[in-house]
């Protein structure tokens, strides 16, 4: 079965950390470029962060340069979001999502409307 699974969500504290794991399964997650978003309440998907398979480059939104780093393991067919910092701004569910087209295997502008397999998401809440 091709999928996603994000994984690594939970309540933290400001200024804390975690890493979300995103594993694919049904297919070779190192061929494609891979993208996180991330969705609060009331408010409208946005991009987080997205890592390309043809160079391994990556892009971060503003909002979490210096905080986030995208990250994946081929060997275990999965990619990684640490996170670092964490702000109450920061709550929201986090998904991954693979890259559809033919220029799959490279991030592009990584809008949303791109990326045609979606996980379930996890969610993420920061609070004291």
């Known amino acids: 079965q091709v999928q996603l699974v994000e994984s690594g969500g939970g309540l933290v504290q400001p200024g804390g950390s975690l890493r979300l794991s995103c594993a694919a399964s049904?297919?070779?997650?190192?061929?494609?470029?891979i993208g996180w978003f991330r969705q609060a309440p009331g408010k409208e998907r946005e991009g987080v962060s997205c890592i390309s398979s043809s160079d391994g480059s990556t892009y971060y939104a503003d909002s979490v340069k210096g905080r986030f780093t995208i990250s994946r393991d081929n060997a275990k067919n999965t990619v990684y979001l640490q996170i670092n910092s964490l702000k109450p701004e920061d709550t929201a569910v986090y998904y991954c999502?693979?890259?559809?087209?033919?220029?799959?295997?490279?991030?592009?502008?990584?809008?949303?409307?791109?990326?045609?397999?979606w996980g379930q998401g996890t969610q993420v809440t920061v609070s004291s």
């Open positions: 049904g297919f070779t997650l190192g061929y494609y470029a």
């Open positions: 999502a693979k890259k559809s087209g033919s220029d799959n295997y490279y991030c592009g502008s990584w809008t949303a409307i791109d990326f045609g397999l």
